[in-house]
């Protein structure tokens, strides 16, 4: 057993750039990350200003602003937004913040309305962002220049939208959305197109906060070797209810039964990456009855990735798409080195019948729901990994090395037929455990900060 100074243990980081932080030797077979990389405040402060504020991030649905005056609010890293559809239907993203103070200007998470009032003074902005008012302007004795000024709220840099989801950025110089999700449009396609005319949230949402680091739960979405270990509550409800016991309709996937199944793992550019499963039960999916037409819609090949394949993804750094037990969306908002906003959306088909719109809650709520079988052991776990990160004891993590000895270059003979191009690929069962899907965010990661500490852009 390798004996442990702790001494050393707590000297300060690897000396050099971020890269030192990570043990990136695939030749040599090693991927490994230092724990500064979830517990130092100063790097989070760093990831907040170079990846966060300069890439693209999920702000939410384009169904959440169909209509004149619709609107919702969300964050950007640190930086507070509201999406809003003015009166002629265009959709524009704002920072949301008053102009004239910089106080939050709505607190609201989502609603209708055609103008937006901020709590300290009374200035007003209408719903296309445009400034319409301001409180005693007459009587504000203001120098002439003040009205050569653009009161109206600030725009963001970059706005566009995917199949009905709705990305954003601080920096202009991001490349076109559509070349920054590449070959993951892919799997975006799988969740968004199952509805005939297409996806929505579900009304609701689950939202927590977890004492622990953003990137526990960028990692925890694609890991498939936790399963078995951290959810023992969930698979021994899966024993009773193969016997007829508890409550069999609370699931669309039985892990029991697939955990010999083949999987995938994929990594694509900007840090993208997808962890894919067979299914041996397809006919338990919502979409079931409506195969058929399903497959006359986006085709045979298509529908059967959406039928007999499960997968989770991330699309760099904070959202995450997963087509498991329930077709959902998660994206996690860090707030502080130690502290993570989450929130899960439940998607459905819009205009699906009641029937199936009831089959895609209840396996949410069984499954990703607050009070599930599964989120509460996750944030356990994120908070005791916190706790034993933060004591200094333990400089790197062994816990990227799954799935190394079978990771192969370009494409292979599963995404070769789907025309997909990944980086890097690698190929097992359940129980292989692939820790390998975590290697392309982390490159990523080093790549932004090393580019921002730089000054350099970050998309060149």
């Excluded at 969740?191 to 925890?220: C, H, S, V």
């Excluded at 190929?427 to 990523?444: A, C, F, I």
């Amino acid at each position: 057993m390798d004996s442990i100074d702790i001494s050393d243990a707590h000297r300060q980081r690897p000396a050099g750039s971020f890269r030192a932080l990570i043990d990136d030797r695939p030749d040599d077979g090693v991927f490994r990350l230092h724990r500064d990389v979830y517990t130092d405040p100063a790097l989070f402060d760093l990831e907040m200003r170079h990846i966060f504020e300069r890439s693209w991030s999920f702000l939410g649905f384009t169904s959440q602003v169909s209509q004149p005056h619709d609107f919702f609010t969300t964050h950007i890293g640190r930086v507070p937004v509201l999406v809003s559809c003015g009166e002629d239907g265009s959709v524009g993203a704002f920072l949301n913040i008053c102009r004239h103070k910089g106080a939050e200007l709505c607190a609201v998470r989502q609603g209708k309305s055609k103008s937006h009032v901020c709590p300290y003074h009374g200035w007003i902005y209408d719903s296309s962002g445009r400034n319409i008012h301001i409180k005693d302007q007459d009587q504000g004795a203001y120098h002439p220049s003040f009205d050569q000024v653009d009161h109206g709220l600030v725009p963001l840099a970059a706005i566009g939208s995917y199949k009905g989801l709705i990305f954003g950025s601080l920096n202009a110089d991001v490349p076109p959305l559509e070349d920054f999700l590449g070959d993951m449009r892919f799997f975006i396609d799988l969740a968004m197109e199952q509805g005939e005319n297409g996806m929505e949230p579900i009304p609701g949402r689950t939202q927590y906060t977890y004492r622990g680091n953003w990137k526990f739960q960028l990692d925890n979405g694609l890991d498939s070797y936790h399963l078995t270990s951290t959810h023992l509550s969930f698979m021994r409800a899966l024993d009773r209810r193969r016997v007829g016991e508890g409550n069999p309709h609370g699931n669309q996937t039985d892990f029991f039964k697939d955990s010999h199944c083949d999987t995938a793992s994929f990594g694509f550019d900007h840090g993208h990456t997808v962890f894919t499963m067979d299914n041996t039960e397809p006919h338990r999916r919502p979409f079931w009855p409506y195969i058929d037409k399903l497959r006359d819609r986006v085709g045979d090949a298509k529908a059967d990735w959406m039928s007999i394949k499960m997968f989770n993804s991330l699309v760099f750094p904070n959202m995450q798409l997963a087509h498991n037990t329930a077709l959902i969306l998660r994206v996690f908002r860090p707030i502080a080195v130690d502290l993570t906003e989450m929130t899960s959306y439940c998607l459905g088909a819009i205009g699906e019948p009641p029937g199936e719109r009831g089959m895609r809650l209840r396996a949410f709520e069984d499954f990703y729901n607050a009070a599930g079988l599964a989120t509460p052991d996750d944030s356990v776990v994120y908070e005791r990994c916190q706790q034993g990160m933060a004591t200094g004891a333990i400089g790197w993590l062994q816990g990227f090395s799954r799935g190394l000895g079978a990771l192969e270059t370009g494409q292979n003979d599963v995404t070769r037929p789907m025309g997909i191009n990944p980086v890097e690929s690698s190929m097992g069962t359940l129980q292989s455990g692939q820790e390998v899907v975590y290697h392309p965010p982390y490159r990523e990661w080093a790549r932004l900060m090393e580019a921002g500490e730089a000054a350099a852009p970050a998309y060149p």
